[in-house]
């Protein structure tokens, strides 16, 4: 199967150049010290969370298209929060996951759970981006970048009070774990061939640092995997496709932590 992930990149940094011929990386810096936000942490949220679920917004993937057209995140992000979400993550890519950066900063208006940017970072200016919008952490794929340029983008992400969320899905990433990331996050999901697996999650646990949060990414779609996950030292739970697909993610969320709460 073609590597999804090359066309992915690709289209950003087109994406990026294009952005920055609008709005400048000093203009954005402007706005950034006019904002009223104040970043939050995910982290905390998650390790004081006793269910670490962090519900997306994501209408759309590359894989399977459309899978909630029509949501509109000013409803579903409140919902999810109603129904008991720690964090939210919000998809701003446009052309492969129908998302869009004004997507967060609606979601900000109207929601207090930190909300994570998810996109393909692969330049300091959608640090900028990110904390202009409002949100409090950032996505870092180590599949998207070398060990250098994440941490770079690490660095720059604290700079501007963001934390990061460093996604890996396999062995060969774990040297990308280091000081300057908050968060690990075992992606379930192959980004070159979407294909999703999340035994990923169990056999990548034991091999990362005990004093990282860690977060199981994609696939989750039962109570059992997520009490089975915290056994072996995961605190956050990335699921969008799972609510995303009902006609009412928010009370799809809100029926499925009531599961989780019935066999803690």
């Not at 129908?98 to 979601?107: D, F, P, Q, T």
């Not at 409090?136 to 700079?159: G, N, P, Y």
């Amino acid at each position: 199967m073609k590597d999804i992930l090359i066309d992915i990149v690709n289209n950003k940094r087109l994406e990026v150049a294009s952005h920055k011929e609008v709005v400048s990386s000093s203009n954005l810096i402007s706005m950034i010290q006019e904002c009223t936000h104040e970043p939050v942490s995910m982290r905390q949220s998650l390790a004081a969370s006793p269910t670490g679920i962090i519900a997306e917004f994501k209408r759309k993937s590359p894989s399977k298209g459309w899978i909630h057209e029509d949501a509109l995140p000013e409803i579903v992000s409140p919902d999810y929060e109603k129904a008991g979400a720690s964090a939210l993550s919000v998809l701003t890519d446009e052309k492969y996951f129908g998302g869009s950066l004004n997507y967060l900063r609606r979601v900000r208006e109207l929601v207090h759970l930190p909300v994570l940017r998810k996109d393909f970072i692969i330049d300091e200016y959608q640090l900028l981006e990110a904390r202009q919008a409002g949100a409090d952490a950032v996505l870092l794929i180590a599949a998207c970048l070398s060990q250098e340029e994440c941490v770079r983008l690490a660095v720059k992400a604290h700079e501007l009070g963001l934390e990061t969320l460093l996604e890996i899905h396999s062995e060969s990433e774990l040297d990308y774990v280091t000081d300057e990331v908050d968060m690990v996050g075992v992606n379930n999901r192959n980004l070159g061939t979407f294909h999703t697996d999340v035994q990923n999650s169990f056999h990548l646990a034991g091999r990362l640092p005990e004093d990282k949060l860690l977060v199981s990414e994609s696939g989750i779609s039962d109570v059992e995997t997520i009490l089975q996950l915290r056994e072996v030292g995961f605190r956050g739970f990335l699921i969008g496709e799972t609510f995303m697909k009902e006609a009412d993610p928010g009370q799809a969320l809100e029926l499925f932590l009531a599961q989780v709460k019935a066999v803690r």
